[in-house]
């Protein structure tokens, strides 16, 4: 279900489709589940796959940034495409330092 | 209201499965005004956001029905109502400020009026505690060159 990629303590996830409400909490579910077993010292979230996005992508970011960093490591958000700059950049993700 | 052309009702139940189905139908009704795919964009993610809120917020207690109800004008014009006799808001304009959000421990960001208001020419919010919640989304369609 969660496409992953875990090499040299880096877990990348590669998104993809519709992240939406329904999406998200899942997604939330699995994606915490392996930082809990693999405690990696960053997350990338590759965002190359992903055609739509709306708040609750912006959720599901902003609640990885906090997991990861409860456990002393660091986001990536990378290959974001042009469609969803406009989301990100309203909701201030892009400030956080996490844009690779 | 003046010049409609087409117009589309629908009702639809509060799961979080007809976000998508309910982005899909919209955007399939919108694409006879040939908009842009930028255009179709914001006006999925405008109606994304509006729909879930009826769904995470309005029947957070008990589910019940979405009603959206859509009209094309003459004159390019996409009007959106979504509507739900859910809890709905107290105050409307506290809740429509950016990062304003009653449900952080679900992840919430506070942003989905403010990406309405980003992505669409106008959005007006009617709502009253125990009766539910209409939001009026708005947008023209640029003529193509
Ligand atoms: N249909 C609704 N019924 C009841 N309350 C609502 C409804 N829509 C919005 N609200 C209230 O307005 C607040 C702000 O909504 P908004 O969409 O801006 O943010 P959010 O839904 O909390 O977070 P996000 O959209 O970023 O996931 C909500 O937290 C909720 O309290
Ligand atoms: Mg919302």
Redesign the pocket.
């Known amino acids: 279900m969660l496409d992953t990629n875990y090499d040299n303590d880096k877990l990348t996830v590669f998104l993809s489709g519709e992240i939406d409400?329904n999406r998200a909490v899942g997604l939330r579910t699995a994606i915490d589940g392996r930082l809990t077993a693999l405690r990696p010292s960053v997350l990338e979230l590759d965002f190359s796959r992903v055609s739509f996005m709306?708040?609750?992508g912006?959720?599901l970011i902003m609640g990885r940034y906090r997991s990861i960093g409860l456990m002393g490591g660091e986001l990536r958000v990378t290959n974001v495409p042009d469609n969803l700059s406009r989301i990100i950049a309203l909701s201030g993700v892009n400030t956080l330092g996490v844009m690779k | 209201m003046k010049n409609v052309q087409n117009e589309m009702h629908i009702k639809l139940l509060s799961k979080s499965t007809n976000e998508a189905f309910s982005r899909s139908v919209i955007s399939a009704f919108v694409l006879e005004l040939d908009p842009t795919i930028a255009e179709l964009a914001d006006i999925k993610t405008a109606v994304s956001?509006?729909v879930?809120?009826?769904i995470?917020?309005?029947y957070?207690r008990e589910s019940g029905m979405i009603y959206i109800d859509a009209y094309l004008t003459s004159d390019r014009n996409v009007i959106i109502k979504i509507r739900?006799r859910?809890?709905?808001?107290e105050d409307v304009q506290r809740?429509?400020q950016?990062l304003?959000?009653?449900?952080q421990e679900e992840?919430?960001?506070?942003?989905?009026?403010?990406?309405?208001q980003s992505f669409m020419d106008s959005v007006s919010?009617k709502?009253a505690p125990g009766k539910?919640?209409t939001?009026t989304l708005k947008k023209r369609i640029v003529a193509l060159r």
């Open positions: 409400h709306d708040s609750s912006i959720g | 956001e509006a879930t809120n009826s995470v917020h309005g957070r739900d859910g809890v709905g808001i809740a429509m950016p304003y959000t009653t449900a992840e919430r960001a506070g942003l989905g009026f403010a990406v309405m919010v709502s539910g919640t939001v």
